[in-house]
Nanobody, 118 residues
């Protein structure tokens, strides 16, 4: 089992920055990939960014490339630094963990709301 708790969401204006945090606990050392996803009202959940728990090159959705950065610290927290936010970034953001290199993510956090006003 892996437990994930997101925080850091809020209401900001276009062009502002936010940093989301995802505190991981449980079988974290078995985690292979950590990812961030988001779901806007009336839309399907979409991929935002992911990284291997052990490090290496991250992967980003084209819509956030160059603006968002995923990272991890040594205290088992994964971050999503979001710069130059746009109204279309408004969504509930979720972090997720996969214990395997492929396949569906097995563990999800409860989500944190990000609202960007124009």
């Amino acid at each position: 089992q892996v437990q994930l708790v997101e925080s850091g969401g809020g209401l900001v204006q276009a062009g502002d920055s936010l940093r989301l945090s995802c505190a991981a606990s449980g079988r974290i050392f078995s985690t292979y990939i950590m990812g961030w996803f988001r779901q806007a009202p009336g839309k399907e959940r979409e991929f935002v960014a992911r990284m291997r728990w052990s490090g290496g090159s991250p992967l980003y959705a084209d819509s956030v490339k160059g603006r968002f950065t995923i990272s991890r610290d040594n205290a088992n927290t994964v971050y999503l630094q979001m710069n130059n936010l746009k109204p279309e970034d408004t969504a509930v953001y979720y972090c997720a963990a996969n214990l395997r290199p492929t396949g569906s993510y097995e563990y999800w956090g409860q989500g944190t709301q990000v609202t960007v006003s124009s």
